[in-house]
T-cell receptor, first 115, second 110 residues
């Protein structure tokens, strides 16, 4: 089956620094990738839709200058949390949609802790 | 507004008992509805989607447009069904963008 991989799975960074999370589709091309944020035992909140070769579309209330999304290729999207604060600590999940078909595949998620 | 509501945060049943996880939605149009499951320490995975009308691991869900519901059911719960279950909605021509409910933790006791 199709696999979506996120890296790193866990990261700790200091307040004020930036951290990058990668989302890769390992065996298929993904024209669209999605970034979600999930708090413990709560729902996934869609942050942005990432389209290959174009600017990401951010959901209302998500700061585009803080959460930089780049989708440089059909197999890679990155989320960079800039000037991280402790309140940015969360579980970030990406999903990818195949270039052909409508099936969505989820990554395993990345835990970010800002200290 | 697009919204998915799962009224129960936690549902606890005994093995062999019937299970129904509730999901209601709000959407102006014809949405596609999904159930996703997240087992402990694992990634989110698709359980079923309403257009498939299939049964996965004994679970079924019927879209009721009149009641705007998509409840997930299983006649006999198993311990391995214990997990977080998320109902999700996607509008047609929205390119796979999913709106999730709050999730229901199902705990099946022996």
């Amino acid at each position: 089956g199709a696999v979506v991989s996120q890296h790193p799975s866990r990261v700790i960074c200091k307040s004020g620094t930036s951290v990058k999370i990668e989302c890769r589709s390992l065996d298929f091309q993904a024209t669209t990738m999605f970034w979600y944020r999930q708090f413990p035992k709560q729902s996934l909140m869609l942050m942005a839709t990432s389209n290959e070769g174009s600017k990401a579309t951010y959901e209302q209330g998500v700061e585009k200058d803080k959460f930089l999304i780049n989708h440089a290729s059909l197999t890679l999207s990155t989320l960079t949390v800039t000037s991280a604060h402790p309140e940015d600590s969360s579980f970030y999940i990406c999903s990818a949609k195949r270039a052909s078909g409508n099936t969505i595949y989820f990554g395993e998620g990345s835990w970010l802790t800002v200290v | 507004a697009q919204r998915v509501t799962q009224p129960e945060k936690l549902l606890s049943v005994f093995k062999g008992a019937p299970v129904e996880l509730k999901c209601n939605y709000s959407y102006s149009g014809s949405p596609e509805l999904f159930w996703y499951v997240q087992y402990s320490r694992q990634r989110l995975q698709l359980l079923l989607r309403h257009i498939s009308r299939e049964s996965i691991k004994g679970f079924t869900a019927d879209l009721n447009k009149g009641e705007t519901s998509f409840h997930l059911k299983k006649p006999f719960a198993q311990e391995e069904d214990s997990a977080m279950y998320y109902c999700a909605l996607s509008g047609y021509n929205q390119g796979g963008k999913l709106i999730f409910g709050q999730g229901t933790e199902l705990s099946v006791k022996p």
